[in-house]
């Protein structure tokens, strides 16, 4: 198989991933936006924090409003996070990787990129914003679906569920970091808010539901942050994940050692990790580290199988 | 829209599936004879159900419609054109018999160059093209072949007879059209299909990877074969995915191909380097390695070039081939193919004037209003003067470019290219069109049955290029029986 097509159905999944998962975010904060009360703290400008480009955000956006905000999350296209960029970019990798995947993926990925262009020129997302954001999820997970189904699970696919899953990891600390904010509000007691704000992270991660019937006990901060971290079976979390890329790794593509290596020593750190004593306080600062070392493994990933060493003497 | 042959009229003009208005055509009188008997509603339905078949299959062509340069998907006519075998073995025979002339000739030219001190061709003709690449001569491709795959344009004048018009000896395109507009009109008319011997045309892909695997450097059971192509934003980047999936080949980039310091060709896999054997390659000469030509080329891979000289990776068609189908050479096929096949060509040239010579520039610069003007090499119908329908401005344009620069332009008559039933809105008309069929060429010889039919969709029009109107029709080699 090909290094550069390798890479191009790692991209088309992390983007795709991306796209869903923004989609996630900016449908559940509207809605905890309308339900907290005002002035507990948490505002639109936390939504650009997680994205992690609050320098872009600041040069390109004069105040952090909710319609700026949006804005930049949906339809800006100079940024790789927004949806409409993130899909644009799927759909560029899929279109040139087109005679490994299935016909019907590019066709409903390039179906769900004209349906989101077309709803984001115009202003009613804001109107609509809840059924247009569902309709982006449903279609993203139709087409990990239709993936998963209809291609052979060789390297090709392989990559597909590499990229997914970093991707998804990614994300998932993203929205653990939103947990981690702190409220304040005079007269409401601190536990009530902050339970609150946890059943929002995990319902923008579809994880409330599972929480439940894995925990069985009501929502409690320490315990959903366990949840999302450590969880072996929720998809979501992040654990998971990294258990599925290191399956990925082991037992179908060559050359994996290096890149195993630095999965096995994420599981570790995750494994190791204390809920209740990150909860206490360094939550955000593990999180960071977390995600510096998605990137060395993204690195370690491209170094492995898709800029070969030859390229760069040449 | 009942089709009525007694009041479908070609003129003046030589009609592929009627004779005289009422008599089809021995070969056609089958399918004449079924498509009357189909009620105007009928046959509505048989063109949507192609048009819903293509729209299915669109998503294919139509995708690049929002960048530039970008080909849309033709207009597809549900008649299609029928040519009885016993003629078309003939053209089989005489495009054998070209492709083998001009693959000793492009042969020769890097070699010896025998047919210029013999005088056949002229030595300036030779050194002034821009086709003729330095960086080959000496060169020595398998079986001496150069173009391993070539589509010649063939059309039919008044009188009937069918002319080479041009020949594509670099890369030429269109036959996935070809393969796809079979497909469609099996789902549109399978009952012809069943009654009717018509020689298939599918199994293209199957001959194009027996022909490339002929031309592999290392005797294998497997070579590694790849399709090379420009990348998604050219024309026919459909047709290059389509031709590698078929074949099961790798469809690479320049970027995905390097040249070792053992002058072999290798891509870059996730297993890492893995050696390939032949490149079936859709970008052109100038852009394959910038070691060798355009230093700024991106398409390419340095070190290319030697790695072909070498012998380790075999280059289809060959760099340098294009040489062949220089428009001025173009006139001399005809000599090339008793020089060195000592035969009469079977498929004749369209007569044509070489403005090089002096008394025939004289008479091309008297009748440019009843000339076409061709530049030496250009494709698809670029830079060229249609001299009836031209303005005097344009003729004139035309005469300062032909005086100024004569070795780059030859004429020729306009011809009145035959025409086939089309539908045309709620009629069927009489439109003109041509035929591409493909040639392959190692060892051995392969040619299409029939080719890729282009129609010039527009009344009275004669340009079939689909950037133009044109559109396309399956193209039927019908086995009467008999002889």
Redesign the interface.
């Known amino acids: ?4 097509v ?1 890479e191009r159905l790692y991209w088309m999944a992390r983007y795709l991933e991306r796209a869903e998962n923004t989609a996630r975010l900016v449908k559940v904060f509207s809605s905890m936006m309308l339900d907290l009360p005002n002035g507990v703290g948490l505002n639109w400008r936390q939504l650009v924090d997680v994205s992690g480009a609050h320098e872009y955000f600041d040069r390109n956006y004069r105040s952090s409003g909710e319609r700026n905000v949006i804005k930049y999350m949906l339809s800006d296209t100079n940024t790789h996070g927004s949806v409409i960029s993130s899909l644009a970019m799927a759909r560029e990798n899929i ?2 990787t ?2 490994l995947v299935p ?1 019907e993926g ?2 409903h990925v ?1 179906e769900l990129y004209l349906f989101a262009r077309k709803k984001l020129t115009g202003k009613t997302y804001l109107k609509d914003r809840h059924e247009f954001l569902s309709e982006i999820v449903m279609r993203c997970q139709q087409i990990t679906g239709l993936l998963a189904g209809t291609m052979s699970h060789g ?1 090709a696919y392989q990559f597909v569920r590499v990229g997914r899953n970093l991707e998804r990891a990614d994300m998932t600390t993203r929205m653990i970091d939103v947990g981690s904010a702190t409220l304040i509000v005079p007269g409401v007691e601190l536990e009530r808010l902050e339970n609150r704000l946890w059943t929002y992270v995990l319902r923008s991660l579809s994880a409330h539901q599972m929480y439940r019937q894995y925990v069985r006990r009501r929502i409690q901060p320490d315990q959903v942050l366990a949840f999302l971290l450590q969880n072996m079976v929720f998809p979501r979390a992040v654990a998971h994940t990294l258990g599925e890329i290191a399956t990925c790794f082991e037992d179908h ?3 994996s050692e290096e890149p195993l290596r630095a999965v096995l020593r994420l599981q570790r750190l995750v494994a190791e990790a204390d809920a209740e004593k990150l909860h206490a306080g360094g939550l955000h600062d593990f999180i960071d580290l977390l995600q510096l070392e998605f990137g060395n493994l993204h690195q370690l990933i491209s170094g492995t ?1 898709f800029s ?1 060493e ?2 760069e003497a ?1 | 829209m009942e089709i009525e042959w007694t009041t479908y009229d070609p003129g003046e003009f030589y009609d592929e599936m009627i004779s005289s208005p009422g008599n089809p055509r021995r070969a056609a009188r089958a399918i004449a004879g079924y498509l009357q008997k189909l009620s105007a509603r009928q046959l509505g339905r048989r063109q949507n159900a192609a048009d819903l078949a293509i729209a299915e299959m669109g998503v294919t062509f139509t995708v690049y419609s929002e960048g530039a340069n970008i080909d849309r998907t033709w207009p597809f006519d549900i008649i299609p054109r029928i040519i009885p075998l016993r003629e078309w073995s003939r053209i089989e025979e005489g495009l054998e018999q070209r492709m083998t002339a001009l693959n000793m000739f492009i042969h020769d030219l890097y070699h010896e160059q025998k047919v210029i001190t013999d005088g056949i061709v002229p030595k300036k003709l030779i050194s002034g093209s821009k086709s003729f690449l330095p960086q080959c001569i000496d060169a020595s491709p398998r079986f001496n072949v150069w173009a391993h795959i070539c589509g010649s344009d063939l059309v039919r004048d008044r009188d009937g007879t069918l002319y080479v018009l041009e020949d594509n000896l670099r890369v030429p395109s269109g036959v996935s059209y070809m393969i796809e507009n079979r497909s469609i009109t099996k789902r549109v008319f399978p009952e012809l299909f069943r009654k009717h011997r018509i020689l298939p045309v599918d199994d293209y892909p199957a001959h194009l990877f027996d022909m490339l695997a002929s031309l592999s450097p290392r005797p294998l059971d497997y070579p590694e074969i790849v399709v090379m192509t420009p990348g998604i934003y050219n024309s026919a980047y459909f047709e290059h995915a389509y031709l590698a999936q078929q074949m099961g080949a790798e469809l690479v980039e320049g970027g995905d191909l390097v040249v070792d310091d053992d002058d072999c060709v290798y891509m870059k896999t996730i297993d890492g380097l893995q050696r390939v054997d032949v490149i079936y390659r859709r970008v052109n000469d100038e852009f394959l390695d910038p070691e060798a030509f355009r230093e700024d080329s991106t398409l390419g891979v340095r070190g290319l070039m030697r790695a072909w000289r070498a012998g380790n990776v075999a280059l289809a068609n060959a760099p340098g081939a294009g040489v062949a189908d220089d428009k001025v050479i173009y006139t001399y096929v005809p000599d090339i193919i008793k020089y060195y096949l000592d035969q009469d060509p079977i498929i004749p040239n369209v007569p044509s004037w070489r403005c090089a010579d002096k008394a025939q520039r004289e008479y091309v610069l008297a009748n440019l209003d009843q000339l076409v003007v061709k530049p030496a090499n250009e494709s698809g119908g670029y830079g060229m003067l249609v001299g009836p329908h031209a303005s005097a401005v344009e003729r004139g344009k035309f005469a300062n470019l032909i005086k100024r620069n004569p070795r780059n332009y030859i004429a020729q008559p306009t011809l009145g290219l035959s025409t086939a039933p089309t539908i045309c809105g709620q009629h069927v008309e009489p439109r003109h069109l041509d035929l591409r069929p493909f040639i392959l060429q190692s060892d051995r010889t392969y040619v299409t049955a029939g080719g890729l039919t282009r129609v010039a969709l527009r009344k009275g029009s004669l340009v079939v290029n689909s950037s133009q109107g044109g559109g396309s029709k399956d193209t039927w080699i019908v086995d009467t029986g008999g002889n």
Do not use: K
């Open positions: 198989m090909l290094s550069r390798a279109r040139t087109r005679d016909s590019w066709e390039n390297p593509l060559p050359h199988w070969l030859l390229d040449v």
